[in-house]
C-alpha cells in the first residue's frame, strides 16, 4: 500500500507542476533566494548567529543571474520587483561587509552592473 501511495503523491506533485507557469516558479525560486540571502546577510531575527556573508554571496549571485537570465521571458512588472529586491540586498551585503568589495566586484554584480 506504501508503494501505490507514494506513486500516487509524486503522480500528483508531477501534475501539479506541470500546470503552474513558468513564470510562477522562476518568481518562487527568486523568492527563495532572496529570503534565504536577506538571513545570511543579517536582515533576520538574529543576526548575530546567521550572518554568513560567504552564503549570502553565492546565493545574491545566483539570484542575479536567474533574474538577469528571465527578465527577457517575464513581465516587466515581475523583473521590476525582483530588481528591486536584489539590489536591496547587494546592498544590505555591501553594508555588512567589514571591507566592501570595490564597485562593480560585490556580489551579483558581473550580471547587474555596479551596485551603489
Known amino acids: 500500500m506504501s508503494d501505490n501511495y507514494d506513486q500516487d503523491q509524486s503522480g500528483q506533485a508531477t501534475r501539479d507542476i506541470a500546470d503552474v507557469a513558468a513564470v510562477e516558479i522562476i518568481t518562487t525560486a ?6 534565504a540571502s536577506a538571513v545570511k546577510v543579517g536582515l533576520a531575527d538574529d543576526p548575530d548567529t546567521q550572518i554568513d556573508l560567504d552564503e549570502a554571496r553565492k546565493l545574491i549571485t545566483a ?29 544590505a551585503f555591501r553594508e555588512a561587509s567589514a571591507i566592501p568589495d570595490p564597485i562593480g566586484q560585490g556580489p551579483g554584480e558581473k550580471f547587474t552592473g555596479p551596485v551603489n
Open 63 to 91: 539570484l542575479a543571474g536567474l533574474i538577469t537570465a528571465s527578465a527577457p521571458d517575464i513581465s516587466d512588472m515581475h523583473a521590476r520587483s525582483l530588481r528591486d529586491g536584489l539590489r536591496s540586498l547587494q546592498l
Open 30 to 35: 527568486a523568492v527563495h533566494l532572496m529570503s
